[in-house]
């Protein structure tokens, strides 16, 4: 009996060693080697996001003929100005915790709409006011994404946009497009925006940057058991706006125009955005091929008549790559993921616009009180010759 | 007695909750956390695969000056037009299993395929052109893949390509040359195919986006612990070839010519797939210096003597860059990989030259049934010019 | 009690069983599958490395007007040449231990620094000549790497330097332009280094590569759980040093320089190497700013006089991107990381000066043995021009 029991105890004692030191310790070093290396695939999209913002942003606005370096540094200040800023409000303490990675990324798609707003007004602003923009954007992304994606104000309810049609592509064109109206000057108004062959081509590599890390722009926090699926949605997204936008290039304007190419071809990515995670591999590439459609004739047809009845320059059209295709993916949610509560998600969109629209005339007129270019699109007066 | 019965029941079903609750719980959990971890990993890769189709191909055939927005928006739909169709031939089902990523992979190695197809008749078909070229290529590369590869009617046993030195890379060239024949006008071959500076460095950049992410080319589908070991191989690989390349064109021509380095460099690539994850490191490397050898040798040398020939022109020379190293390589296997089946490998690479040539002359008729480019070599007929 | 003690038995043999084959050896697997992971996670830093070896210094160099294909095909070669000659010296079996990964970038390091040291030459010497400079250079960068990094000869004791601000950067700088006395004719003083918009803007391209993989540099050998946090003091100190670098420009040249941007904006990821992962995030940022100052004050006041001084030509301006930034880094970490020994650190740095001043002295003399470029920062003698 007594051997039993002593058996007993020492088999319990056994189970529990053997439990405690290999079961509970070896699953907990487990559970955190996974999590480190959960954060580092995060980091490694977080990488790809930025390749996106320097040279994918930075390049696609290259095509101005006579602003190429100063597309480049403001491109470069721009990005390091909106994210330590980005940081140090959402922050004070943030960094401290886990999830770091997270909050950079979070930082990285803010920095992303103010590229997105900077490009309406590329050209007619001088370089330090491309930092006062930047300055001004990034509250207002903010409130933004506190009322829109954090609900925080109990007012929105749940809003589809993983890879940010609405909070970060229409919040961005909407934003640039109003502060345009301030500053677009008459004269600005008729000086054409030139470009070249050797311009176009740079375009084309800021494009294809942005279209090859596209997928992790929106996988970014997405968890990791939907990523494979939801890649290869904006993959084929953007093959079918790639695809509608040369048919409907050729269609519109006889020939195609080398800027369609560059630019409507990324619309099936800011379409997708709202419902990358949700949308049917089919549904994914019809998404792609009306953005597409939509963004091309936007470049081709609208946007004359819009900038002649705003009175504004939208220097790289900004309005049709991320404004319409933006509000067509946060709307097209609506139709595409079960169970989705329509009110919600409009109210989403209504906010984004109304928010970006009022805080981009402000922010177009703070940016106003610190100058102006001496000469639109031409950077000679800002930058020293080599020798 | 009771008590020992009921302790011992208890001990049981204590050993079976901690057991199932964190063991076999815990377990199932890690090994499906692991698999979502070690597919975002073949994510990353394919990311890198889309780099160096778009960036890497598109850039390295902007070397002909008058062509280069072609070149690019060719690239562009090429890829659009191959994924979709490759996974919509594949799939019907299959998107929804496991293994998505995977999947996506194989259709981006069916669009590299049909890039170097593509890049022998550059300049001679009009865009649309390259799409219905896409359409024709993908069922025939398909095909191949199926017996070569998937050994489906058990007619080639074993073949050894792993990194697709011969079912990619030596059926698009042999396809692309092929297809060339009804491609090529009496009047093209007296034309010259022009390059500059400018575009000379366009073409290496896309070479050098090539070069950085062809590890991830050949490692793409390796299983995880394999992974560290193919890369150093290809990197070595590429290394010899580079290297090769600078000494063999100084030799051959008297001078370096910039579009050998931009070209035969990659060579060590084409030639290490088909045995990237068995040669030893120094084979590796070997491998490279004789590829790039072979590959400088074939621009310097070869490639007029072909074209006079077959009466064709081979626009970006990828019967030297992917024909003959692809060739190479899967020759190499059958000296370097122990216990592997001569007469597969031998079966393999002949099924895939005949395929490629039979379906090479046969989608070359096709495509040139819907019309000729007005001009060779120059794209002002289909480009509207910039403001 | 015999059941019982049957039970007892069964149950024992059913704990172990449990334990052995689920237990143990779930972990072990686990264990090694996580191994795996972290290698291939390693892998992406790898290729992330190469990018910036490649595209980054290779197009970074560009600027350089009539030199853009040598710096293409020096970038080529350095790297080609010195890969594989680090394993081959560290290696002999080290190859087929585990562990690869690391030792390929260790290799790259390697690179890294070698291709400073050119920089500091470019133009000047023949395209063969930049092979022999690659032997040369690697055996002396080995030596210091063992001596400072390894400690080989407990002589200099625990140096912080994780992003290799003194091992890779200093060194690099301080060889090169201590070859550079040997390398540098009368002629040489008096011939200018032309660049224009084209070669300018790849110069910018070269450098956002630079600016958007650093942090993958920096990190490449960090431990998992210490990634996030490095990586997101990079990425502010590089904020910090591109916006000083804009203010500096501006400041001591009355108009921004370009190529200020495209260089001394990276000086942020030069300095933060020796403390990237220990620095608090506000450091980061201070150490940033600080060395984007020092380093545009070094292009835009020392670099003429120190040439002068020396007799030397610094193309690239190495000293000022590399030398002064990966000093001033080394020292702040002895203000920065608690506990730090500042006699090693100290005694790190010292040791890294002297042996790149000597080895660079004797470096420039062997290379100099075998010839002198015909034209300085002009290639016609070399390259062949296309048809």
Known sequence: MKTHTTLLRILSAVIILLYSSNGLLAQNTDASQISNILQVQQYERAIHIMAMLLIGFGFLMVFVKKYGRSALTATFLLVSVSLPLYLFVKGLGVFEERGEIEQFILAEFGAASLLIAAGAVLGRIRIYQYLILGLVFIPFYMLNELIVVDDFFHFVGKVYDTGGSIVIHSFGALFGISAAISLTTKQDLEIPIESDATTDKYSVLGSMVLWVFWPSFCAALVPVEAIPYTVVNVFLALCGSTLATYFVSVKLRGK??????????LAGGVAIGATCDFASHPQAMIIGLLAGTISTFGFAILQDKQ????????TCGVSNLHGLPGIFGGLAAIFVIDGIDAVSQLKGIAVTLILAVVSGLLGGKLVALFGRTKEAYNDRAEFKDAA
Chains 1, 2, 3 share one sequence.
């Open 307 to 314: 900038q002649k009845f705003h009175k504004i320059v939208d």
């Open 256 to 265: 195609v125009l080398i800027a369609d190419i560059a630019n409507a071809a």
